[in-house]
Nanobody
């Protein structure tokens, strides 16, 4: 069982930055691939970024490449999402999720086993 708690969301102007954190409970955090998803009002939840259990591999949605960076610190049981050059269309509730490590990173929400409660990110124009 893994419990996830996101933090770091808030209101920021377009072009600004935010750093989201996701703290995980349990001793097995380092055995999970981790992902970030987001859901805007009236839209389906969408994949943002993922990172392998070791941190050696990452994968991003095209719209955030070059602006967002996912990272993790297994000693602190925490995964991060650094978001730069934010745009109004990045406004959403952001969720972190854990996937029991398979041979590759996955991008569909149903493939993840555990979810946090989400943190709101609002980007004003």
């Amino acid at each position: 069982q893994v419990q996830l708690v996101e933090s770091g969301g808030g209101l920021v102007q377009a072009g600004g930055s935010l750093r989201l954190s996701c703290a995980a409970s349990g001793r097995t955090f380092s055995t999970y691939h981790m992902g970030w998803f987001r859901q805007a009002p009236g839209k389906e939840r969408e994949f943002v970024a993922a990172i392998s259990w070791s941190g050696g591999a990452t994968y991003y949605q095209d719209s955030v490449k070059g602006r967002f960076t996912i990272s993790r610190d297994n000693a602190k049981n925490t995964v991060y999402l650094q978001m730069n050059s934010l745009k109004p269309e990045d406004t959403a509730v952001y969720y972190c999720a854990a996937d029991r490590a398979g041979p590759y990173l996955v991008t569909y929400s149903y493939e993840y086993d555990y979810w946090g409660q989400g943190t709101q990110v609002t980007v004003s124009s």
